[in-house]
C-alpha cells in the first residue's frame, strides 16, 4: 500500500502564490505516476497536473502557465508551484498515485482578497 500526506495548503490573495507537498510511503516501487487533483464545491474532481517518473508533465488547460509540477524520486515527495492564484483555484487539492490506486486527505486552497 502507498500512503500520501499533503501539505502547503491555505487562505492567499489573487495573484499570490502556494506551494504544495505530497509525501509518499509505504510501497512506493509502484509509483510511476503522480499528480494533483482538486475539487471545488459542487464540481467533480478535475485533473490539475501530472508528473510520471521520466518527468514528462501534462497540466490542464485552466492552469498551463501558472502551476509547475516537479517530484523529488529521492525523497518521494511532488510539489504542486501555484503562481498567479486566481479566486477560481479554491478548491480542495488531492495528491495520486496512480498506478497505487492511492488518494491523499486532501488539502484547502482558498484565493479570496
Known amino acids: 500500500q502507498v500512503q500520501l500526506v499533503e501539505s502547503g495548503g491555505g487562505l492567499v490573495q489573487p495573484g499570490g502564490s502556494l506551494r504544495l507537498s505530497c509525501a509518499a510511503s509505504g510501497s512506493i516501487f509502484s509509483i510511476n505516476a503522480m499528480g494533483w487533483y482538486r475539487q471545488a464545491p459542487g464540481k467533480q474532481r478535475e485533473l490539475v497536473a501530472l508528473?510520471?517518473?521520466?518527468?514528462?508533465?501534462i497540466y490542464a488547460d485552466s492552469v498551463k502557465g501558472r502551476f509547475t509540477i516537479s517530484r523529488d524520486n529521492a525523497k518521494n515527495t511532488v510539489y504542486l508551484q501555484m503562481n498567479s492564484l486566481k479566486p477560481e483555484d479554491t478548491a480542495v487539492y488531492y495528491c495520486?498515485?496512480?498506478?497505487?490506486?492511492?488518494w491523499g486527505q486532501g488539502t484547502q486552497v482558498t484565493v479570496s482578497s
Open positions: 508528473v510520471t517518473s521520466g518527468g514528462r508533465t
Open positions: 495520486n498515485a496512480y498506478d497505487a490506486g492511492a
